[in-house]
Each structure stands twice: as structure tokens, then as C-alpha cells.
């Protein structure tokens, strides 16, 4: 059982840029697909982005985040990284990573406890 702690959120203008990590705190990512999501105040939670952790290979973006997020893993620090980029007052939401096992249809079994990411006009 992998526990998710996320880091790098904040205040940012719009037009700006942030760098959210989530670290494994206890275990590892190798069996799963990494994902993020984020929830807005009043909204569902969203999904954000996916990757396949031990392949590296980035499942999908959801189409609000596509060319200005980029997902992806870094194997020596052992975190999942989503880089956001032309953020937009619509981004603001508290923003989590997830993990689920790779076989087919498996659930998002587990998640961080979440970083804000707030972007003012």
C-alpha cells in the first residue's frame, strides 16, 4: 500500500506557471498508473492527467489541461510531477495524486491529501 504526499502548490497570476510533485511516503509507484485530479470549490473532482509509472508512457490529459500541463516521472527523486503551464483563474482548485493498479479497470485505490493552487486575474 503506496501513501501519496503532494507539495508545490500556491498563489500564482494568470498567465503563470506551477510545479506540483507527489512523493510516495510510503512505498513505491512501480505497480501503478499515477494520476492527478483536482476539485474546484463547488465542483467535482476532476481527472487531470495519467501516466504509466514503471513504462513512463503518459496515458492522457484531459482536454482542459492539453499543451499547457505536462505530466511525467522522475525515477531518481521517485515523484510524479505535473507542470502547469498558461494557468488560468478556471485552474484554481486543490489538486491530487492518485494511484491505481495497472490491470484493466481497476479503481483509483489511493490519494494524497491534496495541495491548493489558486491563480488570480
Known amino acids: 500500500q503506496v501513501q501519496l504526499g503532494e507539495s508545490g502548490g500556491g498563489l500564482v497570476q494568470a498567465g503563470g506557471s506551477l510545479r506540483l510533485s507527489c512523493a510516495a511516503t510510503?512505498?513505491?509507484?512501480?505497480?501503478?498508473?499515477m494520476g492527478w485530479f483536482r476539485q474546484a470549490p463547488g465542483k467535482e473532482r476532476e481527472f487531470v492527467a495519467a501516466?504509466?509509472?514503471?513504462?513512463?508512457?503518459?496515458?492522457t490529459y484531459a482536454s482542459s489541461v492539453r499543451g499547457r500541463f505536462t505530466i511525467s516521472r522522475d525515477r531518481v527523486k521517485n515523484t510524479v510531477n505535473l507542470e502547469m503551464n498558461k494557468l488560468n483563474p478556471e485552474d484554481t482548485a486543490i489538486y491530487y495524486c492518485?494511484?491505481?493498479?495497472?490491470?484493466?479497470?481497476?479503481?483509483?485505490?489511493?490519494w494524497g491529501q491534496g495541495t491548493q493552487v489558486t491563480v488570480s486575474s
Open positions: 492518485a494511484a491505481r493498479p495497472t490491470a484493466a479497470g481497476s479503481g483509483w485505490s489511493f
Open positions: 510510503n512505498g513505491t509507484f512501480t505497480p501503478y498508473i
Open positions: 501516466i504509466n509509472w514503471q513504462s513512463g508512457f503518459i496515458i
